[in-house]
């Protein structure tokens, strides 16, 4: 990759797994309090006040997540096992802004898992100088840690479609399962 401290994995999972955990989701609760639906495991993370901690613990990983964590964990891509998870619901149209993901809330590693749609992913420099994209397809895993966690906002813009490598690519419905560990 381009950024030091960024890795892209192409195929993590299965197109079979990628279907069962779809499903999974699907039969899960979602939030609706932000621009697009959200579930949180393990703990919940505040928003607004940019914040985690022990008193927001809501319960172990459910084993069809733990799973996910333990495989990233056992391959090396995490240190350390993950014991927070968001999923994220994204629609053809919607994004999220640029943003480092909350320095004193999390460790050095932040690993996110793509289902369903694919989708374009801006890193702009915290400097605002220097922008590079990575095309996320489904079923990949993108790792951050080192200047990728750092040093370098990721975002999505909010369209319709990609352009890569000179053909379109509409987008769909997205889910990012993203993993983390609390300090």
Sequence with gaps: M??????????????EEETQLIS???????LTDLKRRVQHYGYKYDYKKRKIDDSMKIGALPNWIEQIANTIFQKGYMPYLADQVIVNEYFAGQGIAHHIDCEPC????ITSLSLGSSCTMEFIS????????????????LIMTDEARYEWLHGIKAK?????????KVRGRRLSLTFRKIK
Excluded: C, H, M
């Excluded at 999974?24 to 979602?30: E, P, R, S």
């Excluded at 319709?160 to 379109?168: E, H």
């Design 24 to 30: 999974q989701i699907d039969n899960a609760v979602w």
């Design 126 to 141: 915290k400097d605002k100088i220097t922008q590079k994209e990575v095309f996320l397809e489904p079923r990949s895993l």
């Design 106 to 109: 999390f460790d050095d590693t």
């Design 160 to 168: 319709k479609s990609d352009r890569v490598a000179g053909k379109t």
């Design 2 to 15: 381009l950024i030091k401290g960024l890795t892209y994995i192409e195929n993590f999972i299965s197109e």
